[in-house]
């Protein structure tokens, strides 16, 4: 029978996790992954990983998890739980009543949650997730500090990596430059779409791709990003702006990766983009110098 590890609040990072998937599997566990969004999510449905999509009502979700712990109560090990969904708590009081360490994933949200960028009622549930954690995972050294202001002491740093890919296109690049990631404020999207159409406008021949819309299941400030670039950018150059889902596609083709950012760190898709040959021209902020 095999070990089965529950993960909570991945959707569209779901790919992101397959190297870790991958790994555990070969050791005999199974992977019970609950999404939102199971369109973003099916790429991963190949054995490895069990993935349901979860009730959108919340009455709907409390019934749905609490029978799966009954169901797999002696089989399940642990229970990761990605914070910045609004039933996060509730996921991790369900583990609690049935004795499971949870392990919390901090993949960055913590800096919005003290910047205040979230809501308050998911800020309040970001803070009771945290709270619940047995331990927190944190992927880039720059929330440890705030970490430490919540009182976490059982921390510990895994950062992302990824694999080199085992075939890079070796047809021409026609991708000048590759925006690959959430649009966010921290992020400057408007930096790069003045720019871009500054190159347009000095009649450069440039090609470029925006992967980084998250439509109406992206935050406040994600979908604030989002009609600002509408709005910076002609209508004839919406064809440049794609859903953020999985952006590998993209990296073969692409010359440049840009990333605009007040940090910068061990981020996924800039790890991505190196790993498929693209130059990164990055922002000259902390985590530049790694």
Known sequence: MSKRICIFGLDRFVQKNSYQINFFRKKGYFFDIFVTDIASSISMQNGDASITALSPSFIGRLYQVWRYFLKYNDTIVHCEIYVGGRFSPFYGLIA????????VVERGDIREYFAKNYDLFLRMSMYFSYKLADVVWYKEMFMKPFLDHLGKEST???????????????????????????????????????????????????SYAIVGLMGVDGNGDQQDCESSLMK??????????????????????????????DYVFCNNALLEAMSYGVVPIISDRDGADL
């Open 96 to 103: 609690k009543i049935f004795q499971k360490k949870i392990l």
């Open 156 to 206: 510990f740093l895994l950062p992302n990596c990824v694999n080199v890919p085992n075939e890079i296109n070796k047809n021409k690049r026609d991708i000048d430059f590759l925006w690959a990631n959430r649009l966010l404020a921290h992020r400057h999207p408007e930096w790069f779409a003045f720019n871009i159409l500054a190159l347009y406008e000095n009649c450069l021949q440039i």
């Open 232 to 261: 910076i950018l002609p209508n004839n150059h919406y064809k440049n702006l794609v859903e953020y889902d999985n952006p590998r596609p993209y990296y073969s083709r692409a010359r440049f990766f840009i990333f605009p950012s």
